[in-house]
């Protein structure tokens, strides 16, 4: 089992930065894949970045891509999403997911355990 809990969010103006944290318990966890999704209000839950369970490999989606990173030290058991240049649209609850597979899914259904989530905001 591995619990997830999400800190770092807030209010920030559009061309801000903020970083996310992903604080995870379980013997398992740097065995895991790791990504962030977000969802909007009416909106679906939508992948924003993964990272491997070693860190070698990440992946972004496009409209992140250039503006986000993300990174994991698994030693501490956390991981990190640093948003730069960040967007109206980039408003979202932010949450905190990962897998014991050995890819990195884009849907959320690949992803065996979630954290509550962490609500950002950027004002225009």
């Known amino acids: 089992q591995v619990q997830l809990v999400e800190s770092g969010g807030g209010l920030v103006q559009a061309g801000g930065s903020l970083r996310l944290s992903c604080a995870a318990s379980?013997?398992?966890?740097?065995?895991?894949?790791v990504a962030w999704f977000r969802q909007a209000p009416g909106k679906e839950r939508e992948f924003v970045v993964g990272?491997?369970?070693?860190?070698?490999?990440?992946y972004s989606a496009a409209s992140v891509k250039g503006r986000f990173t993300i990174s994991r030290d698994n030693a501490k058991n956390m991981v990190y999403l640093q948003m730069n240049s960040l967007k109206p649209e980039d408003t979202a609850v932010y949450y905190c997911?990962?897998?014991?597979?050995?890819?990195?899914?884009?849907?959320?259904?690949?992803?065996?355990?979630w954290g509550q989530g962490t609500q950002v905001t950027v004002s225009s």
């Open positions: 379980g013997r398992t966890f740097s065995k895991n894949v």
């Open positions: 990272i491997s369970w070693s860190g070698g490999s990440t």
């Open positions: 997911a990962a897998t014991p597979k050995e890819v990195i899914p884009l849907s959320p259904l690949g992803y065996n355990y």
